[in-house]
C-alpha cells in the first residue's frame, strides 16, 4: 500500500520569505501523480500544484513549484514570496490511476502560517 | 466554476442515531468521494463511487454506508452514530476516466456525536 508522510507538523514564515514543505511517499508504482492542496482556515481544500511521475520537469504554479525526486521519493513544496493568503493547511497526496482507480492518499498535514 | 456542496456545515447527533450527510455537485463528475478529517490524521477514505449506484470501500469504511441513486448526489450515511464518529467530513468529485485526476472538495460537516 502507498505512503505519504509529511514529517513537518507545522511551520512558520514571514510575508514574503521562501518557504518549503516537504513530503515523501512510498510506492513500487513507476506511474503516479503526486498533489499538493491547500486548506485555509474555514474554507474548501484546493489544489495547488500536480506533477505526473512521468515528467521529468518540476510542476510551477505562479509562485508554487516543486521539487520532484523521484528516486528518492521526494516530493517538497516551495512556496515563494510569501503572503498571508498561504496561511493554511497543506497536505501532498499520491495517486496511482492505473492500479488503484483515482483514489488519493493523504500525508497527515502541515499546517503553515505566514506572518506580517 | 465546480461547485460541491454539503448539506451541513455543522451536525449535532446523539449516539445511536441514523445520520445522514448529502453532497452535490453540479459538474456531471463520475467520481465522488468521502473522507474524514481528523487533526494529526490528515484525511482518509471512507468510500468513493466511480458511477451511479457504483460503490467501493475506501480506508476505513466500518460504521458506514453511501448511496449514490442520482449522478450529482452521494449520501454518506451513519447507521448508527457513536462518539468516535465525531469527525469533520468532506465530499469531493472528479471527472474520472483519465480526465484531469483533480479532486473538487465540498466545505465540509463537521459532526458531533454526543
Known amino acids: 500500500a502507498q505512503t505519504v508522510t509529511q514529517s513537518q507538523p507545522e511551520m512558520s514564515v514571514q510575508e514574503a520569505e521562501t518557504v518549503t514543505l516537504s513530503c515523501t511517499y512510498d510506492?513500487?508504482?513507476?506511474?503516479?501523480?503526486l498533489f499538493w492542496y491547500k486548506q485555509p482556515p474555514s474554507r474548501q481544500m484546493i489544489l495547488v500544484i500536480r506533477q505526473e511521475a512521468y515528467k521529468q520537469q518540476n510542476a510551477t504554479e505562479n509562485r508554487f513549484s516543486v521539487n520532484f525526486q523521484k528516486a528518492a521519493k521526494s516530493f517538497s513544496l516551495k512556496i515563494s514570496d510569501s503572503q498571508l493568503g498561504d496561511t493554511a493547511m497543506y497536505f501532498c497526496a499520491f495517486m496511482n490511476p492505473p492500479g488503484g482507480s483515482e483514489k488519493l492518499v493523504f500525508g497527515k498535514g502541515m499546517k503553515l502560517t505566514v506572518n506580517p | 466554476d465546480v461547485k460541491v456542496t454539503q448539506s451541513s456545515r455543522y451536525l449535532v447527533k446523539r449516539t445511536g442515531e441514523k445520520v445522514f450527510l448529502e453532497c452535490v455537485q453540479d459538474?456531471?463528475?463520475?467520481?465522488m468521494f468521502w473522507y474524514r478529517q481528523d487533526p494529526g490524521l490528515g484525511l482518509r477514505l471512507i468510500y468513493f463511487s466511480y458511477d451511479v449506484k457504483m460503490k467501493e470501500k475506501g480506508d476505513i469504511p466500518e460504521g458506514y454506508s453511501v448511496s449514490r441513486e442520482k449522478k450529482e448526489r452521494f449520501s454518506l450515511i451513519l447507521e448508527s452514530a457513536s462518539t468516535n464518529q465525531t469527525s469533520m467530513y468532506l465530499c469531493?468529485?472528479?471527472w474520472g476516466q483519465g480526465i484531469s485526476y483533480e479532486q473538487y472538495f465540498g466545505p465540509g460537516t463537521r459532526l458531533t456525536v454526543t
Open positions: 510506492t513500487s508504482e513507476s506511474n503516479y501523480y
Open positions: 469531493a468529485s472528479s
Open positions: 459538474m456531471d463528475h463520475e467520481n
